[in-house]
């Protein structure tokens, strides 16, 4: 799973889109049934809402959802490609080894390691092409819905049109920051009375998914439940929630809730159900695998992770969410044990 501090670069695409909407949503509405309206003797005025529709999009949990999880298939990609790639070339590597340099098949061993790190960068490249286009694309489509909510209130208002304004204050935007907004807002005086921002933004949260990891049960390899350890990072940094050997392996089961909106309640609902997203950030701190019944299985790598303290260990984090949340998920943190001490 992705962290907030991510969700900068998350929307990224949506500010993109946002630019455009300038221009597009003024006088949509005036735009609608031009076909069917008959000739009038007198031009009424025009009834105008204002909404800012950067900020709905900046903000908007549904869009940002879609993108984590857009982020997160592009990053689970790269971390199963960058594993086999690092195999293959510690393969190559041991092989050139093995024979003298200047030598033919050192050489063609060298050669072969410069193409595999090379067709990986390329794989890295097409994959972040990838996820800016996937983005962009979601904006739209959210940008068309959230659209479409605005000429529904508006119209409902009796408007005939709808101008972007944007909030943020002049007096806060240094001089490219104000030339920024002022493309995509030329609106410089409005009436707060028919500015319906806020309204829009309340319907588009009802689009807002409010499926929610509550905690993560973890089980070692024999079927126990294991208890978390006592944790407080603010006053223990590398506080931990469980301990596990090299090699060793965990069974990780998230508990899910949505909520009944008739009732106002949170209600259990099966970990199969959310599809569950299960994140191991880190390369080279073992594997996760994702089950058919949601849980997750963790195994711890061979090795302690490279930079990792040998007295000490190595601590990991793993997060999960359901698949639709727009929050953050639940995380623990584990402690990777370093190898015991040989008796001589």
């Known amino acids: 799973m992705l962290n907030p501090w991510k969700q900068n670069g998350l929307t990224l695409a949506a500010l993109m889109v946002g630019l455009v909407a300038g221009a597009a ?45 857009i982020a997160q298939g592009i990053e689970a990609y790269l971390r199963r490609e960058a594993e086999s790639y690092q195999k293959r070339i510690e393969a190559r590597e041991k092989e050139r080894k093995e024979h003298k340099p200047n030598t033919a098949k050192y050489r063609q061993a060298t050669e072969d390691l410069i193409a595999l790190q090379a067709d990986f960068n390329r794989k890295k490249i097409k994959a972040e092409v990838t996820l800016q286009s ?35 204050p002049a007096e806060n935007l240094d001089f490219t920051e ?49 208890a978390p350890k006592a944790r407080d990072e603010a006053a223990n940094p590398d506080s931990i929630d469980y301990e596990i050997a090299l090699k060793g392996k965990f069974k990780l089961v998230g508990v899910f809730s949505d909520l009944d909106r008739a009732n106002s309640k949170r209600v259990p609902m099966a970990a199969k159900d959310a599809s569950p997203v299960w994140d191991l950030p880190s390369f080279g701190t073992g594997t996760i695998e994702p089950q058919e019944d949601g849980s997750a299985l963790y195994v711890a790598p061979e090795n302690l992770p490279p930079g990792a303290d040998a007295a000490k260990g190595a601590i990991i984090t793993i997060e999960v969410a359901p698949q639709k949340a727009r929050a953050k998920g639940k995380t623990v943190r584990i402690r990777i044990l370093p190898p015991p001490k040989e008796n001589k």
Not at 28 to 38: E, P, V
Not at 191 to 208: G, N, Q, S, W
Not at 215 to 225: L, R
């Open 25 to 69: 949503l003024t006088t949509l509405i005036a735009q609608k049934g031009l076909a069917d309206a008959q000739p009038s003797a007198a031009i009424e005025p025009a009834k105008t809402c204002y909404v800012d529709f950067i900020k709905l999009l900046k903000e908007d949990t549904v869009l940002l959802g879609k993108q984590i999880e």
């Open 134 to 168: 996937d983005f962009a694309r979601e904006a739209k489509i959210r940008y068309q819905q959230i659209r479409g909510y605005a000429v529904e209130i508006a119209t409902r208002r009796g408007a005939t049109e709808v101008m972007v304004i944007s909030r943020a």
């Open 178 to 226: 104000l030339q920024r907004q002022l493309m995509v807002s030329p609106v410089l005086h409005w009436d707060p009375a028919f500015d319906i921002t806020d309204e829009v933004e309340k319907r588009a949260r009802l689009d807002m998914s409010n499926e929610e990891c509550d905690a993560i049960e973890v089980y070692n390899d024999t079927g126990e439940k294991l």
